[in-house]
Each structure stands twice: as C-alpha cells, then as structure tokens.
C-alpha cells in the first residue's frame, strides 16, 4: 500500500496504479484476525479516496471503480479471515481430540519393566498426524515383560480403528493368557469379530521372564505373525535378526488357513538388546532406491539412554531418506539392564584387647 501511494505520488493518475491498493486488503485476510483485517481494509479505503482527490478523479467512472474495487476486496478480506478463524478453531478442536485419543490408543510405555529398559519411538507418515497404523504395547504381567508390536494394513482411520481393537485385546489378553500363542490367538478372535475379513495386522509378541540377572537362564520368547524379525544386538556387539523357524500369516489371516507361528527362544541375557520395529523403517528408500540397513546401523544403540538411541536411529533414517517417509515407523527397544554389582560389606569391628 505505501508502494501504492509512493508510485502514484510520483507518476501522477496516468499511470493507473491506484487500483493495486486492494493487495494490501488481500494479503491482510491471509493472516492476523478480523480486527486487523478490518483496519487494514479501512486504511486502504481512506489512502484510496486522498489520492482520487488528490489526483482529480473524485466524481470520474476511474475514481469510482478503484473505490469499489477496494472496498469489494477488503470486505471480502474481513469474511476470509472470519471463515479462516474459524475453522483454524476447528482444526484446533480436532487437534485436541487427537491427542486425547493418542493417550488412549498409544498410551506411554513404562520405561522399566523388570530387568528391562524401554524405549519407544514412532513416526507417523500423514503429515500433522501423530498416530496411524503402526501400535505398540508393553503390559508386565505375572509371567513377565510381554510386548507387541504390529503394522495394521492400510492407512489412515481405518487403520486406527483395526490398531485399537489389537491393543485392547492384547492389553486384556497379556495379563490372562498363560503363554503367548493363546495371547495370539485371542487376537485373532478380536479381529474376527470387529473388522472385516479382508484387514490384516503384521505383529510380533514377545515375552521375557522377570528371572534372576543370570545369562545362562535368561531369554525371550518370540511369536512372530508374518512381522519382520527383530535385530537382537549382544553385550559383545554382535548383530543378528531373530528369525522365526517358519514363516507365518499376518493376524487376521491365520484362521482362514495355514499353520499358524511357533513360539521360539532366543537368548537375552544382562547387556542384551532387543528392537522391534515396523516396515516403515527397513523399507526406507534413498535416490537410489536402496533400503534402509537397520543391521548396519545397530552401533548407533550405543547411547545409555533407551529414548535417545532410538532418536538416532530416526535421525539416520530421515538423513537417508532424505524426504518424507511414506510409511508409518515404529520402534520399539528392550535393553536387558546389566546386572548391579554387589555393594562390598564393611569389615566388622574387632574388639579391642
């Protein structure tokens, strides 16, 4: 507006630069409120009319125009910005339903369950959003630390919906079920009777005992439905995925045909480390299309804090993306505490004589 005044100051009515005042109006329903909007609309009106008067053109079809031409375009920017507030305050709302229902679906993990630590970290692909198709959960129960983590088909709401009907049957399920196939087959029933056939849910439960810090007796079992092994990184740094012995369906599958997972033993043992993880983070691609090597990258869970070693894997995998990831991104780690050595007992007091 100030560029406005300053050319047709300059360049005279000639020119037929007034009319440009309506930008400033315009760019004004963009941001700020209503008051704002308002005020710069009148102002634009009120430098308009000194410079129809101070150019001749109080009365002409030229001056006229640019007066209506003006105020057409501030009075739009004032509703804009009234329809923009609005629904900003609705976004809001929604936003504040959003976190509510992120509490309840994704509730925080205890980041120590047992002799373990745990830390969690999630990336959602839907921009804005927090939650989405992965889940995760870890309940102690009598039996031990279990834990699931899963991908659920799909994206979106639909998505969101089959993930809560798994975590509350697992949340149910993990204190109940003497051992993880019935935890797993629970699940199935959940899945069967809320959701369509068609939908299915990639997981692995896995459960550690809470034994004595004894590494010849400690280990985790795993029940894995059609997930992607988990990376089970040693005290001596050694790296592998835990494998399953066969193959098997994703949740929601199983009870249509095929055989369903066997549980296997893997060791985890003091100074162990167990991550679980979705698709989202092995399937990670760079300008190469090569795949993120989670194994490769297993030296970046050296940081003591559960939280911040997950932080630096995410941290890498955006570095080798370089874009925005395309799927949701869960991980999961149990760190097997190293066990506490035993305090030294003082020397007793030998009595004097």
Same mark, same amino acid.
């Given at each position: 507006?100030?560029?406005?005044?300053?050319?047709?100051?300059?360049?005279?009515?000639?020119?037929?630069?007034? &009319?440009?005042?309506?930008?400033? &109006?315009?760019?004004?329903?963009? /941001?700020?409120?209503?008051?704002?909007?308002?005020?710069?609309?009148?102002?634009?009106? /009120?430098?308009?009319?000194?410079?129809?008067?101070?150019?001749?053109?109080?009365? @002409?079809?030229?001056?006229?125009?640019?007066?209506?031409?003006?105020?057409?375009?501030?009075?739009?920017?004032?509703?804009?910005?009234?329809?923009? @507030?609005?629904? @900003?305050?609705?976004?809001?709302?929604?936003?504040?339903?959003?976190?509510?229902?992120?509490?309840?679906?994704?509730?925080?993990?205890?980041?120590?369950?047992? %002799?373990?630590?745990?830390?969690?970290?999630?990336?959602?692909?839907?921009?804005?959003?927090?939650?989405?198709?992965?889940? +995760?959960? /870890?309940?102690?129960?009598?039996?031990?630390?279990?834990?699931?983590?899963?991908?659920?088909?799909?994206?979106?709401?639909?998505?969101?919906?089959?993930?809560?009907?798994?975590?509350?049957?697992?949340?149910?399920?993990?204190?109940?079920?003497?051992?993880?196939?019935?935890?797993?087959?629970?699940?199935?029933?959940?899945?069967?009777?809320?959701?369509?056939?068609?939908?299915?849910?990639?997981?692995?439960?896995?459960?550690?005992?809470?034994?004595?810090?004894?590494?010849?007796?400690?280990?985790?079992?795993?029940?894995?439905?059609?997930?992607?092994?988990?990376?089970?990184?040693?005290?001596?740094?050694?790296?592998? +995925?835990?494998? %399953?012995?066969?193959?098997?369906? %994703?949740?929601?599958?199983?009870?249509?045909?095929?055989?369903?997972?066997?549980?296997?033993?893997?060791?985890?043992?003091?100074?162990?480390?167990?991550?679980?993880?979705?698709?989202?983070?092995?399937?990670?691609?760079?300008?190469?299309?090569?795949? +993120?090597?989670?194994?490769?990258?297993?030296?970046?869970?050296?940081?003591?804090? &559960?939280?911040?070693?997950?932080?630096?894997?995410?941290?890498?995998?955006?570095?080798?993306?370089?874009?925005?990831?395309?799927?949701?991104?869960?991980?999961?780690?149990?760190?097997?505490?190293?066990?506490?050595?035993?305090?030294?007992?003082?020397?007793?007091?030998?009595? %004097?004589?």
């Amino acid at each position: 507006m100030g560029v406005v005044v300053l050319v047709d100051l300059a360049v005279g009515p000639g020119f037929g630069f007034l &009319p440009m005042m309506a930008l400033g &109006p315009a760019f004004a329903g963009l /941001v700020g409120n209503m008051r704002r909007s308002a005020l710069i609309g009148g102002l634009a009106l /009120v430098l308009s009319l000194l410079l129809i008067v101070y150019d001749g053109q109080l009365g @002409e079809r030229r001056g006229y125009t640019t007066l209506i031409s003006v105020g057409g375009v501030a009075l739009a920017g004032v509703v804009a910005t009234a329809m923009r @507030e609005r629904r @900003e305050a609705e976004l809001a709302s929604v936003r504040s339903i959003a976190e509510v229902a992120q509490r309840v679906l994704l509730r925080p993990v205890p980041r120590g369950a047992g %002799p373990l630590r745990v830390g969690v970290s999630y990336t959602s692909a839907l921009a804005e959003a927090r939650i989405g198709g992965d889940l +995760y959960e /870890v309940v102690t129960g009598p039996s031990g630390v279990r834990v699931l983590v899963g991908d659920v088909q799909g994206k979106g709401l639909e998505a969101v919906e089959t993930a809560a009907v798994v975590l509350g049957a697992f949340r149910e399920a993990a204190y109940d079920e003497p051992d993880l196939t019935a935890v797993g087959e629970k699940l199935e029933r959940a899945l069967e009777r809320h959701l369509p056939t068609e939908k299915f849910v990639t997981a692995v439960l896995a459960e550690v005992p809470l034994l004595s810090e004894d590494r010849a007796q400690a280990y985790a079992t795993l029940l894995n439905f059609g997930h992607p092994a988990p990376l089970l990184i040693s005290a001596d740094e050694s790296v592998r +995925y835990a494998e %399953p012995p066969a193959r098997a369906l %994703p949740l929601g599958l199983t009870l249509h045909g095929g055989d369903p997972p066997r549980p296997h033993r893997v060791p985890f043992a003091p100074g162990d480390q167990l991550l679980f993880y979705t698709d989202g983070v092995t399937e990670a691609r760079d300008h190469e299309d090569r795949f +993120y090597p989670l194994d490769e990258r297993a030296h970046l869970l050296k940081e003591p804090d &559960p939280d911040r070693a997950l932080d630096a894997i995410r941290q890498d995998v955006s570095e080798h993306v370089r874009s925005p990831l395309h799927d949701d991104a869960a991980m999961l780690l149990l760190r097997y505490r190293e066990p506490t050595p035993p305090r030294p007992t003082p020397p007793e007091d030998t009595p %004097p004589g």
